[in-house]
């Protein structure tokens, strides 16, 4: 092998490495967008946390919310109407 030959393989070594990287720091970034955001709540507990009272605002709905008889979570960074979903496992 002479010096060319070299240094073409270590250029291709370097852009096959360039591309997995790249490849799998977008997958992960999609896998990341695809999980909870940690905005939606599930409990009493995470519902004081948002602005508002007990008798108005945010915490007031959310509290309602997540007290149904079936499982619910509350996000409150969704559009009015479509806050509160069943709590199926999925944020």
């Known amino acids: 092998m002479n010096r060319r030959n070299i240094s073409k393989a270590a250029k291709t070594a370097v852009l096959?490495?360039?591309?997995?990287?790249?490849?799998?720091?977008?997958?992960?970034?999609?896998?990341?967008?695809?999980?909870?955001?940690?905005?939606?709540?599930?409990?009493?507990?995470?519902?004081?946390?948002?602005?508002?009272?007990?008798?108005?605002?945010?915490?007031?709905?959310?509290?309602?919310c997540v007290s149904r008889p079936k499982p619910h979570h509350y996000h409150p960074d969704y559009p009015v109407g479509q806050r509160c979903r069943p709590d199926d496992g999925k944020p």
């Open 16 to 64: 096959a490495g360039t591309l997995i990287a790249a490849l799998a720091a977008l997958a992960a970034q999609s896998r990341a967008l695809a999980h909870s955001n940690g905005h939606e709540s599930r409990t009493p507990a995470q519902c004081e946390r948002l602005p508002g009272t007990e008798k108005e605002g945010e915490p007031a709905q959310c509290l309602r």
